[in-house]
């Protein structure tokens, strides 16, 4: 299978790696797994820097909306997709469809991917007073 997920509950994370061509099958199966794992408030990294998809945009919207989930679903957590910043598609389409929902970047590295998710979670300490 070219998507790989793994869903870490004590980081709270849930970490999907694509590889060569994907489907829209292949993502509404991972979408399943997220959400019988009940994990849609983990925070993700989707690494698509070695993956491909030929969706279209209405395509990318289906997936979008079906990743709504619920309606009394409110927390979803946030995205860093790990790109080729070479190649325009489905994490750009997705990141533009999906806007203002949650927090969602794209990086060129796996270590920036952590470092703004570490800092998007963080929660602000209130001053006394």
């Known amino acids: 299978m070219p998507l790989h997920v793994d869903i870490s509950p004590l980081d709270r994370l849930v970490v999907i790696v694509a590889r060569g061509q994907i489907t829209a099958e292949e993502i509404g199966a991972v979408k399943r797994q997220i ?22 945009r209405e395509q990318i919207q289906k997936v979008a909306d079906i990743m709504h989930g619920s309606a009394d679903e409110t ?6 997709f790990v790109i080729d910043p070479l ?18 970047q794209l990086f060129r590295s796996l270590h920036e991917a952590r470092a703004w998710l570490e800092r998007t979670r963080q929660t602000p300490k209130r001053r006394a007073g």
């Open 35 to 56: 959400f019988e794992a009940n994990v849609q408030a983990y925070a993700k990294i989707i690494d698509v820097s070695q993956g491909r998809s030929d969706l279209t």
């Open 75 to 80: 927390v979803r957590g946030p995205v860093a």
């Open 87 to 104: 190649r325009i598609g489905f994490p750009n389409m997705f990141a533009d469809l999906t806007k203002g929902e949650r927090p969602i």
